[in-house]
């Protein structure tokens, strides 16, 4: 694993060797000497609070010197293109850049511009892929669940046209051979090209949510939406809002995960949010630990490394 720019394709027992060292930093182990002497850089063109700040203490957990780029103080306003900020970084030394860029596919050309050993880590591409998002998902999901997901079924609810995270967990949720994967929202809101290929695919949000033992909500993108697609935001609750009532459908045991920021009071109520079902929290927590496993998997020789 040269670089992490999506779990597609990822094998299983790669994906699940990641998620062992993950449990592992999950349960309060740091190694400071895993990246002791490495230099690394957050490289952040989309705002970003829970992966980048995440990121900077899983490499600080591992040792790592973090450099934090801030694109609006930086030399890309006068006009440096992304790859000159990444190969001028990478001739300080830096050895490993976290990148979040609005553009589908940046993260693997700016990945073709780097020098061999530099290792880039996608923190979010465009709609495309979020691939450490979908790895703190599955760790939240195991710790809940088990490491056998062949008997879960798991919804993921809303906005998935525009979601760089629903695409990611898609990808680990069918590597790691969940049950049945659905997927519920506006007809507007969905893909129509193959992401949902193998996932039962509703508009009713009641009927999907029957029987589900995890619900993943997803934030409505209005950054990336043309205008009219959702009819009205009151709508959208309505039709598509995790309430108490909604989420009684579900297993009494469902677990409620949203990868945040929240809409609150439009894709979730803060009942749901904040009740005991829900496990927004976690999944930010486990966030430093699954990227630990990354960072480790990349610069660090790690278990995971192939
Ligand atoms: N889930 C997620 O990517 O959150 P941030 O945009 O805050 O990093």
């Given at each position: 694993l040269a670089h992490l720019l999506t779990l597609e394709g990822l094998p299983r027992a790669q994906l699940e060797a990641l998620l062992d060292r993950a449990a592992h930093y999950a349960d309060g182990h740091d190694d400071r000497a895993v990246l002791a002497g490495t230099a690394v850089c957050t490289l952040f063109f989309e705002p970003s609070t829970r992966t980048r700040l995440s990121f900077q203490l899983a490499a600080q957990r591992l040792g790592a010197d973090v450099l934090n780029f801030d694109v609006s103080t930086s030399s890309t306003r006068k006009g440096e293109t992304a790859r000159d900020t990444?190969?001028?970084?990478?001739?300080?030394?830096?050895?490993?850049?976290?990148?979040?860029?609005?553009?589908?596919?940046?993260?693997?050309?700016?990945?073709?511009?780097?020098?061999?050993?530099?290792?880039?880590?996608?923190?979010?591409?465009?709609?495309?892929?979020?691939?450490?998002?979908?790895l703190l998902d599955m760790l939240t999901l195991r710790q809940a669940k088990g490491a056998d997901f062949s008997g879960l079924k798991v919804l993921i609810v809303g906005d998935v046209k525009h979601s760089r995270v629903a695409r990611s967990d898609l990808h680990a949720l069918h590597a790691l051979g969940t049950g049945e994967v659905?997927?519920?929202?506006?007809?507007?809101?969905?893909?129509?090209?193959?992401?949902?290929?193998?996932?039962?695919?509703?508009?009713?949000?009641?009927?999907?949510?029957?029987?589900?033992?995890?619900?993943?909500?997803?934030?409505?993108?209005?950054?990336?939406?043309?205008?009219?697609?959702?009819?009205?935001?009151?709508?959208?609750?309505?039709?598509?809002?995790?309430?108490?009532r909604r989420l009684a459908r579900a297993r009494p045991d469902a677990l409620v995960m949203h990868p945040g920021p929240i809409n609150r009071g439009i894709e979730i109520t803060d009942e749901v949010a904040d009740g005991p079902q829900s496990l927004v929290l976690r999944q930010v927590s486990n966030g430093v630990a699954a990227r630990m496993a990354v960072l480790e998997a990349l610069l660090g020789g790690g278990p995971a490394r192939s």
């Open positions: 990444l190969r001028t970084i990478e001739a300080m030394g830096v050895r490993g850049f976290i990148i979040r860029h609005q553009d589908d596919g940046a993260v693997a050309a700016l990945a073709e511009a780097a020098a061999p050993g530099t290792a880039l880590v996608n923190a979010g591409d465009g709609r495309s892929a979020h691939p450490t998002q979908g659905r997927v519920c929202g506006p007809r507007a809101l969905l893909p129509d090209d193959a992401t949902l290929d193998g996932c039962t695919v509703s508009q009713d949000l009641d009927a999907a949510l029957e029987g589900v033992d995890a619900i993943m909500m997803l934030r409505l993108q209005r950054e990336r939406m043309d205008e009219g697609l959702v009819a009205s935001i009151d709508e959208y609750h309505r039709d598509y809002g995790l309430d108490a």
